[in-house]
């Protein structure tokens, strides 16, 4: 329930690098695209869903890369040879989220190329620690995620290695399970959603 839970969720609907799965994770996850792209190149998680659409990106590394290169370049040419400073300036934008956008895409990859095969629950918990420390920036529940992966490593008394199918389905039931409670609302709140979710909270007056 958790923003730092479902972006992770998200992240790995990834895999296959399927336009809407990416471009849905990308525009809500809380990234931190400074320490990815570096502070120069600013972040456009909604300029990059057109840019990718105009590109006619469905799926696959490989497809990503020649439809973003190919539509950067003509971008690029279009630019040159533009004569208003206004369009040229904003084709050379397009360029630069292209190629920001292609980066991006391309860490996706390869964080999920590292969530795969058998391994023992103590390495899985290590690699999984990595993956939100990279695209999972400061939110209320991120604690609370690192505490349930750190939790996986007791399950290498049941089993000495496990694959990611399993380790994946264990974090959806118990991301599932978890409740993060609520922050108290000094100006009250409508709450809609589970009760489990609001205990420990104040209340001055309780009707039922």
Do not use: N, Y
Request: charged share 30%.
């Amino acid at each position: 329930f958790g923003r730092a839970a479902r972006s992770l969720l998200l992240l790995f609907r990834c895999r296959g690098l399927g336009r809407p799965a990416v471009m849905e994770f990308l525009t809500f996850a809380p990234v931190p695209f400074d320490e990815l792209l570096g502070p120069d190149v600013p972040p456009r998680p909604a300029r990059w869903d057109q840019t990718s659409r105009e590109a006619g990106i469905v799926s696959g590394l490989s497809r990503w890369i020649l439809g973003l290169r190919a539509w950067g370049e003509a971008e690029r040419e279009a630019g040159e040879s533009e004569k208003d400073p206004e369009r040229r300036e904003r084709r050379q934008r397009h360029v630069i989220d292209a190629e920001a956008l292609l980066r991006v895409v391309e860490l996706v990859g390869g964080t999920l190329d590292s969530l795969a095969g058998e391994a023992p629950w103590a390495e899985w918990v290590e690699r999984l620690r990595t993956v939100v420390d990279q695209w999972i920036g400061p939110e209320r529940d991120r604690d609370a995620v690192l505490e349930v992966i750190d939790d996986l490593g007791g399950l290498g008394s049941v089993a000495a290695r496990a694959s990611w199918a399993e380790v994946e389905q264990v974090l959806e039931a118990r991301f599932e399970w978890e409740r993060l409670p609520l922050e108290p609302q000094e100006g009250g709140a409508v709450h809609v959603g589970a009760l489990d979710a609001m205990a420990g909270l104040p209340f001055r007056v309780v009707a039922i």
